[in-house]
């Protein structure tokens, strides 16, 4: 191995050359960048490849070891106290046993100082089974919100909407529509308790309030509409 340090007027670079001194392995700048692969970074550590990999590996021999990678900021507009603070930490590792149960976690804040002594709070997380949980740590589909979701925008569904709760349109209209064709979809009313479908004709009447359908002829009542 060869270390070679080269200065130019006054500014000062040193290099790490390898494979008998016709290598450039890495090179420190004298603005303190360090540079893998190049020999011009442009950050605090740039690396350079067809396909750059950094490693981040909990070492051998212990149980229950995750890797963390964490981010540490001054507060904003805050001169009298400029000193750095965890704001946010990755996580990843195993939660409770071997394969399948792989996660990375995405924690940010705690609403009070977080710094080594306090993790910040896990906001989102993705798990082994490729499952997105926020505000969950369980997730058991593909995501899974626990708490309140704002959507701005359009919301695509392209199988079937269940709930356990209730569904408010507000400000807007909630339709059927045709999708490649001249006739719209279907809206199937059902027993709330037995789920089972409302055959035959159907009336509606008004009951304490309420739009209520129910069976012609029979005693299966469906939805209600306030």
């Known amino acids: 191995y060869n270390i070679q340090s080269s ?3 006054t500014s000062g ?4 050359r390898v494979n008998n001194n016709t290598t450039t392995a890495m090179t420190a700048t004298s603005a303190g960048n360090v540079g893998i692969g190049t020999t011009i970074p442009g950050s ?7 396909n750059p990999t950094l490693t981040i590996r909990a070492d051998d021999g212990g149980v229950s070891r995750k890797a963390y990678i964490d981010f540490y900021t001054t507060f904003y507009n805050y001169p009298s ?9 990755i996580v990843t590792g195993f939660d409770t046993g071997v394969w399948g149960t792989e996660f990375l976690s995405f924690n940010v804040g705690s609403g ?3 710094d080594a002594a306090l993790l910040p709070i896990e906001r989102m997380r993705i ?3 490729g499952y997105v949980g926020i505000g969950t740590s369980t997730p058991t589909s593909n995501l899974h919100v626990v708490g309140t979701a704002n ?4 919301l695509v569904i392209g199988g079937d909407l269940s709930t356990t709760g209730t569904v408010f349109v507000q ?4 339709f059927l529509k045709a999708v490649g064709g001249d006739e719209g979809g279907q809206l199937e009313l059902a027993n709330a308790v037995t789920n089972s479908i409302l055959a035959g004709n159907v009336a509606i009447d008004i009951f304490r309030n309420n739009i209520r359908f129910f069976e012609v002829g029979g005693t299966n009542r469906g939805a209600y509409i306030n």
């Open 81 to 89: 106290d400029v000193g750095a603070r965890r704001t946010s930490t």
């Open 171 to 174: 400000g807007g209209n909630m």
């Open 7 to 9: 200065i130019y007027g």
């Open 127 to 129: 798990n082994g089974s």
């Open 151 to 154: 959507i701005t925008s359009n």
């Open 44 to 50: 605090k550590l740039q690396i350079n490849d067809t």
């Open 112 to 114: 009070s100082a977080n």
């Open 13 to 16: 670079t040193l290099v790490f």
